[in-house]
């Protein structure tokens, strides 16, 4: 890892004022941006560390909205999300203890790894994500691998979800790395059902429609039984093939229908 | 350089460090306290862990700098006042939990978080809250048995697998 200097404001708006500066990056947990630094895969002249900030920790709930500060632990949100069970089971799964106990949501949606956990949650709630600036739709936020709406020295500040009726995500696991092979994420409103798919597709987080549309009409684990992702996009490597990814969507969407009951 | 201090298992300790510093090397290195390991360096095998204010974390993907002011647990605060080893240490051994032992540390400091938190863990538990810590000899049946024992539970109960 190249030296770096080290920054920990307390505010959001001193946060924004040391990124500013040329080559700083913002530090949440650490647990994706450390190892990548000693790969040498990012070298910021100026971390911005982002969890002495009071403002963007913890949960809170109203009007069938659950709000969650941008640097809030994977740990505290399992702890926290209790009005929002399918969240709070997804968060609790996330890597292992120790990861939980310092990773952040914030940095999670930020980094958009296309085998993350919570992408599939902001994208099947149809969350809000706040920054210090503006309000971006999940359905605009995430641009591909390991690119979000974003821009430069951009801080999530919180991310607010609209409370399912009913909800259950399902992971796969990649049991060496703990992430998500496949992860299905399954909100029911009542507006219609939303399902999104990590860990899949060459594209990163994606919502699949004709589930939606399935399930809209009848939730129950049948009503996609019919139903087939086309493989073209999935992802393949040494962990498993395109038709392999594709076949699993399937079944974790229907584990999750199922689950959610 | 950055200057900090923190409690490292109840001393007040201070330092001088890079941006770059990793807790795991500023315990290792600054303090001398060379019993928390390093396995893979690389977030995923745990043998690092230590307590931040009161939780585990992986001492090699978290920065000294960050810890500044934290209260701080490694595996050399764990032992009884009297130099005694603690319950779950001493299970470790009773029930062969380790091998050659290098992984031993962070084992027992991820044990004395699930145990704070969860008193008396069933197997599942105990295998699930353990996920994140990687051994190479013992084939973990042992460390889950030690883990139940140091909770007061009987261990014959556990299935071998
Ligand atoms: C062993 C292991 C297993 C894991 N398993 C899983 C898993 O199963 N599922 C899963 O989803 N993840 C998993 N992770 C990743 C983990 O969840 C990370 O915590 C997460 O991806 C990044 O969050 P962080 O707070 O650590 O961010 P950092 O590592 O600090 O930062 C990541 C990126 O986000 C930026 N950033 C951080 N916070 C913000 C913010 N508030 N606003 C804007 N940008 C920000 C940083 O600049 C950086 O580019 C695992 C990690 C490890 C080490
Ligand atoms: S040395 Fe820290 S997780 Fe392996
Ligand atoms: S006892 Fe050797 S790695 Fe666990």
Redesign the interface.
């Known amino acids: 890892m190249y030296d770096f200097s080290f920054v920990k404001p307390g505010t959001v708006a001193d946060a924004v004022t040391a990124l500013a500066s040329e080559d700083a990056q913002a530090l949440g947990g650490g647990q994706t941006l450390i190892p990548t630094m000693k790969q040498r895969l990012a070298s910021p002249a100026k971390l911005v560390s982002l969890t002495g900030i009071a403002d963007m920790q913890g949960v809170s709930q109203s009007g069938g909205v659950l709000s969650i500060g941008g640097a809030t632990t994977h740990a505290a949100v399992s702890a926290q999300a209790g009005g929002f069970a399918g969240l709070a089971a997804l968060a609790g799964g996330i890597g292992d203890p120790a990861v939980r106990n310092r990773g952040t949501i914030g940095g999670s949606l930020a980094n958009n790894d296309p085998a993350a956990c919570y992408p599939s949650a902001a994208l099947a709630t149809g969350a809000t994500i706040v920054t210090n600036t503006r309000e971006i739709a999940a359905d605009d936020f995430f641009q591909g691998l390991f690119e979000t709406a974003l821009d430069e020295g951009e801080i999530i500040t919180a991310v607010h979800m609209p409370i399912p009726e009913a909800s259950n995500y399902q992971k796969f696991e990649q049991p060496a790395s703990r992430f998500a092979l496949v992860g299905v994420f399954v909100a029911k409103y009542a507006s219609g059902v939303r399902v999104a798919v990590t860990g899949a597709s060459e594209g990163g987080v994606f919502r699949w429609s004709e589930a939606e549309a399935a399930l809209g009409a009848n939730f129950s684990p049948d009503a996609v039984s019919g139903l087939s992702v086309a493989p073209g996009d999935m992802i393949e490597d040494l962990h498993g093939s395109k038709a392999y990814r594709a076949h699993l969507v399937k079944v974790m969407t229907s584990r999750a229908v199922a689950a959610a009951g | 350089m ?1 200057k900090l201090s923190m409690t490292v298992n109840g001393k007040p300790v201070s330092g001088n460090v ?3 510093t ?1 807790l795991v090397d500023f315990l290792r290195q600054d303090l001398h306290l060379t019993g928390t390991h390093v396995g893979c ?3 995923q095998c ?1 043998a690092c ?1 230590v307590h931040v204010n009161g ?4 001492s090699c ?3 000294a ?2 810890a ?1 002011g934290a209260d701080v647990a490694t595996i050399e605060g764990q032992a009884n006042a009297d130099g005694s080893l603690n319950v779950i240490q001493q299970a470790f051994q009773d029930h062969h939990g380790l091998q050659c032992g290098f992984c031993t540390p962070g084992m027992v400091m ?1 044990t004395a ?2 145990l704070k938190n969860n008193p008396t863990p069933n197997e599942a538990d105990v295998r699930h ?1 353990l ?3 990687i051994c190479r000899c013992t084939g973990y049946h042992n460390i889950v048995k030690a883990v139940l024992a140091a909770s007061g539970q009987d261990v014959d109960a556990v299935a071998a697998e």
């Open positions: 950055t890079e941006g770059r990793l360096d690389t977030s745990g862990t939780v585990a974390v992986k993907t978290m920065l700098a960050e500044d991820a978080d699930l809250h996920d994140g810590n």
